[in-house]
């Protein structure tokens, strides 16, 4: 079956340093990727996504490439702020069928001034 | 829009009581999605809707857990009777585009 499978928090930077939250994934065929994010006390949100291979995704100062040949989809940033403190969330969804989020276990942002 | 909603934001009950969460999807959405997010097991889908037809259910934990979903505008998650274990949050989300999810601010269920 599909899975996602993303680096362990949490991750702790200093404000303006550079961010990269890692994300593999094991699917059939070829899905479509996301990134959403969860701020303190509310829902996940969609952030960026990308459909197929070597496309980007971008929005916020965020991106992340989808590399089929590595099955990744790295999340980064080249400055980050305190507002960026959140969890994130890399999924997939699109293969065998079905349009079902498959979503990672998340992976904690805390950004100190 | 004002986006899909959720009620109540807050919710503590007793152990044996039943609960009813309450979810308002955005507008002409066709699915409706029940998550629950806990420390230990991450966000688990528990049942989806497809224009108001439970599609799968197989994510919800017990006979204890419930959900319908009599109109387009209106879903609910029922636990009766909810136990300590319960305790998490839960989220509703509705999609059109089959790919992205719009997720309610959740609501957080306290059993003691």
């Known amino acids: 079956g599909n899975s996602v499978t993303q680096m362990e928090g949490p991750v702790t930077l200093s404000e303006e340093a550079f961010l990269t939250i890692n994300c593999t994934y094991t699917?059939?065929?070829?899905?479509?990727l996301f990134w959403y994010v969860q701020y303190p006390g509310e829902g996940l949100q969609l952030l960026l996504k990308?459909?197929?291979?070597?496309d980007k995704g971008s929005n916020k100062g965020f991106e992340a490439t989808y590399r089929k040949e590595t099955t990744s989809f790295h999340l980064e940033k080249g400055s980050v702020q305190v507002s960026d403190s959140a969890v994130y969330f890399c999924a997939l969804s699109g293969t065998g069928g079905s349009y079902i989020p498959t979503f990672g276990r998340g992976t904690s942002l805390i950004v100190h001034p | 829009d004002a986006g899909v909603i959720q009620s109540p934001r807050h919710e503590v009950t007793e152990m044996g009581q039943e609960v009813t969460l309450r979810c308002k999807p955005i507008s002409g959405h066709d699915y409706l999605f029940w998550y629950r997010q806990t420390m230990m097991r991450g966000l688990e889908l528990l049942i989806y809707f497809n224009n108001n037809v439970p599609i799968d259910d197989s994510g919800m934990p017990e006979d204890r857990f419930s959900a319908k979903m009599p109109n387009a505008s209106f879903s609910n998650l029922k636990i009766q009777p909810s136990e300590p274990r319960d305790s998490a949050v839960y989220f509703c989300?509705?999609?059109?585009?089959?790919?992205?999810?719009?997720f309610g601010a959740g609501t957080r269920l306290s059993v003691l």
């Open positions: 990308a459909t197929k291979a070597d």
């Open positions: 989300a509705s999609s059109l585009n089959k790919n992205i999810q719009y």
């Open positions: 699917a059939t065929g070829y899905p479509s």
